[in-house]
């Protein structure tokens, strides 16, 4: 049963990319954004109002129930901003300019790596040789897949700068796993993905209505990215997250994600004619084997220097895959 799990929660995942993909042709970026997020928050409002209210009628006498501070509201909100608005504009931007779904996921998908070392010395936690090894490696490997895309027959119209936009949303969520790892309350996973979808629906909104962009097409085209995104993107891949998460642990799901690139490289060269020669290919097993190096480097611990003073903490993968699944249950409500 956890296989198949497994197998859906990777093509439900990675669908994202493709539903990214799908609408960029028919609508802008923040258009696209506004109609996914907008019905997602108005649909995860009411049902925390219906769910409050039902536990009111069924205990009149616990009270309100617990609220969340003004402050924690606030840092919710930026988080918010970071791992959803921010990460997803750069994320459909990237795809709208012209990069291809493979590359892009490829380059979300170095989030654990980026997370492991540049994150680490400043929650005051170690990294090894060998895992500032795989993050190089990994960086390679994604230079390998931006490099063939980038000379492949069908993005030569491409501009240069196109490929950094997804590495801006890298960064974008990055920063959001740091924020959501300070914050000291502990948000419930389904209130922190209410509210940033909410953030999430006013941000893309606003920005849809200031550049003109807030009507939506009346086009099919448009209307299957919408549905294919909220269904398979947000229901399926976020819903078979929690799921799989409960089931399997946090390693186990982690080491899913990196299979999102190869998948969505292969899912967009098949539905969109995307490049997938050679190159692009040992780029993604460069970065598949990026994982290993920095898993090992946990497994065999070398001298460390802590670059921030204090006790020792976790180190390695096992702090940094926290640190990512941490960022991956407040982010965007699944891809």
């Known amino acids: 049963m956890n296989v198949l799990l497994s197998v859906a929660f990777v093509i439900t995942w990675s669908s994202g990319f493709i539903g990214a993909k799908l609408g960029a042709g028919s609508a802008s970026a923040v258009t696209l954004l506004m109609w996914r997020f907008l019905p997602l928050a108005l649909a995860l409002l ?16 616990d009270g309100p129930g617990r609220t969340l501070s003004a402050r924690t509201v606030g840092r ?3 988080i918010g901003l970071l791992s959803q608005s921010g990460y997803l504009l750069t994320v459909y931007w990237a795809i709208q300019l012209g990069v291809s779904s493979g590359t892009t996921a490829l380059i979300d998908g170095t989030q654990p790596l980026v997370a492991g070392a540049l994150l680490g010395p400043l929650l005051g936690q170690y990294v090894t040789r060998s895992q500032w090894l795989g993050l190089l490696l990994g960086l390679a490997g994604v230079a390998l897949v931006t490099t063939a895309d980038a000379h492949s027959g069908t993005s030569t119209d491409v501009a240069w700068w196109a490929y950094l936009v997804p590495f801006l949303g890298m960064l974008s969520l990055v920063a959001a796993t740091f924020l959501e790892r ?14 940033h979808s909410t953030v999430s629906a006013a941000v893309f909104s ?25 269904v398979l993107s947000t229901f399926g891949g976020y819903g078979l997250y929690w799921l799989l998460l ?13 299979l999102m690139a190869p998948v969505t490289a292969v899912w967009g060269a098949l539905m969109f004619g995307e490049p997938f020669g050679l190159q692009t290919a040992f780029g993604l097993a460069v970065v598949i084997a990026s994982v290993q190096v920095v898993r090992r480097g946990e497994r065999r611990p070398e001298r ?22 941490r960022a991956r249950r407040v982010m965007r409500g699944g891809r």
Do not use: C, K, Y
Request: zero cysteines; a positive charge.
């Open 46 to 61: 009411a049902a925390a109002a219906l769910a409050r209210h039902i536990r009111r009628r069924r205990h009149p006498r």
């Open 76 to 78: 919710q909100a930026v």
């Open 182 to 195: 300070r914050a000291r309350a502990d948000v419930p996973p389904m209130t922190a993905l209410t509210l």
């Open 206 to 230: 606003a920005l849809a209505l200031a550049t003109g962009d807030a009507l939506p097409p009346a086009t099919a085209e448009f209307w299957t990215a919408v549905t294919w995104l909220v």
């Open 246 to 258: 409960r089931r399997s642990g946090v390693t186990a799901v982690n080491t899913l994600m990196f």
């Open 304 to 325: 460390r220097v802590s670059l921030t003073p204090g006790p020792a903490r976790p180190s390695g993968a096992s702090a940094f895959l926290g640190e990512l699944t």
